[in-house]
């Protein structure tokens, strides 16, 4: 009998109202639950160490001093935080061998996760509309591209995403939970709460679906438009080499972009199906800890500048040693 059928039977349709929830986590054979800590604790210290070294080099490094990067360091940010609201805990019911999560933490986190991932979105668009900016529009970048617009674009998208994650955070607090608990994945997130709720989740699911066409559809929509612009212009530049560096200025965007939206269309948008499988944890993974990881990597592989800078950051602390 598996933990989740046990789970079932404990908490019939007629029970109380749950107080927690178990996370099976990502891997059920206990022999395994080490290697996946290890990989897990390296994963973070990565990505968090990767993030900060790229923040540091945009803080100390003059000519980073410039919109894209001042977007790229609220990014870097986003980043930390995402990776902290869930990997962290998942490390420590490893280390403890407790599954249970207090409903109540279950739905902070969720909201963190929403509010971190919801920034995101938007400032990626941020910075579609500054690369369109720079290429389409370079005689009045510096006004149009001022520190006031760079800071009112990123209260604008906390304010946003703040709106979000409290939205569904509410929705999903006004659900019943009567049993069973068991959530097969390794952190709190809508698709697998929906899954356990007794009442109706209908409206829950058209308002996820709504809100995400705002949150997700337009900020995308916005970026393949600025981006469209964009490819007209670079193709108008006579020569190679420029054509060339506009595109490189792109293409980590564009990547960062694509592997973002992908994991998150593909993990919101399959809600009518019966059951969740083990490929959500794999989506889970990719949201929470790749994307997050990548970021740095990508954005400092094909960049000189932030190479530069890194160096400089790294021999600065090696002298202070």
């Given at each position: 009998v598996?933990l ?8 019939g349709a007629?029970s ?8 099976l986590?990502?891997?059920?054979t206990?022999?395994?639950q080490?290697v ?14 990767g993030n900060?070294s790229i923040?540091a080099?945009?803080?100390?490094e003059?000519?980073?001093?410039t919109?894209m990067?001042f977007?790229l360091?609220?990014?870097s ?15 420590a ?6 599954r ?7 739905l902070?986190q969720l ?15 941020a910075?579609?509309?500054d690369r369109?900016l720079a ?5 009045t970048?510096?006004?149009q591209?001022?520190q006031?617009?760079q ?10 995403a703040?709106t979000?994650?409290l939205?569904?955070t509410?929705?999903i607090?006004?659900?019943n939970f009567c049993g069973?608990?068991?959530i097969?994945?390794?952190?709190c997130?809508?698709p697998q709460?929906f899954?356990?709720s ?5 409206l829950n699911?058209?308002?996820?679906f709504a ?6 559809g337009t ?5 393949i ?8 212009a ?7 080499e ?7 200025t ?11 939206y992908g ?11 019966a059951?969740?499988?083990d490929?959500?944890k ?9 994307n997050p990881?990548?970021n740095?990597?990508?954005?400092s592989?094909?960049?000189?500048d932030v190479q530069?800078?890194l ?5 600065g602390?090696?002298?202070l040693?």
């Amino acid at each position: 009998v598996s933990l989740q059928e046990l789970m079932q039977s404990k908490f019939g349709a007629n029970s109380t109202a749950i107080t927690e929830f178990i996370l099976l986590g990502l891997v059920d054979t206990p022999g395994l639950q080490p290697v996946v800590f290890v990989v897990f604790l390296f994963a973070y210290l990565v990505t968090v160490g990767g993030n900060l070294s790229i923040l540091a080099a945009i803080l100390v490094e003059p000519k980073l001093h410039t919109p894209m990067y001042f977007f790229l360091g609220n990014l870097s940010v986003l980043d930390v935080g995402c990776i902290t609201v869930t990997v962290p805990s998942m490390l420590a019911r490893l280390l403890s061998h407790k599954r249970t999560v207090p409903y109540r933490a279950c739905l902070t986190q969720l909201f963190f996760f929403h509010l971190l991932v919801g920034v995101d979105c938007f400032l990626l668009t941020a910075m579609a509309y500054d690369r369109f900016l720079a290429i389409c529009r370079p005689l009045t970048y510096s006004t149009q591209m001022s520190q006031t617009v760079q800071r009112i674009l990123v209260v604008v998208s906390w304010a946003l995403a703040f709106t979000n994650a409290l939205t569904h955070t509410v929705a999903i607090a006004t659900l019943n939970f009567c049993g069973p608990n068991v959530i097969n994945h390794f952190y709190c997130d809508l698709p697998q709460l929906f899954q356990l709720s007794c009442s109706s989740t209908q409206l829950n699911e058209l308002l996820l679906f709504a809100v995400g066409f705002i949150m997700a559809g337009t900020p995308l929509a916005l970026i393949i438009t600025s981006y469209a612009h964009v490819a007209a212009a670079v193709l108008r530049i006579r020569s190679a080499e420029g054509r060339k560096k506009a595109f490189s200025t792109c293409g980590s965007h564009l990547t960062v972009v694509a592997i973002f939206y992908g994991s998150g269309i593909f993990n919101y948008m399959r809600l009518g199906t019966a059951k969740h499988s083990d490929k959500d944890k794999g989506v889970g993974v990719f949201n929470t800890v790749i994307n997050p990881m990548l970021n740095p990597i990508i954005y400092s592989l094909r960049n000189l500048d932030v190479q530069g800078a890194l160096w400089r950051v790294l021999r600065g602390r090696q002298s202070l040693a």
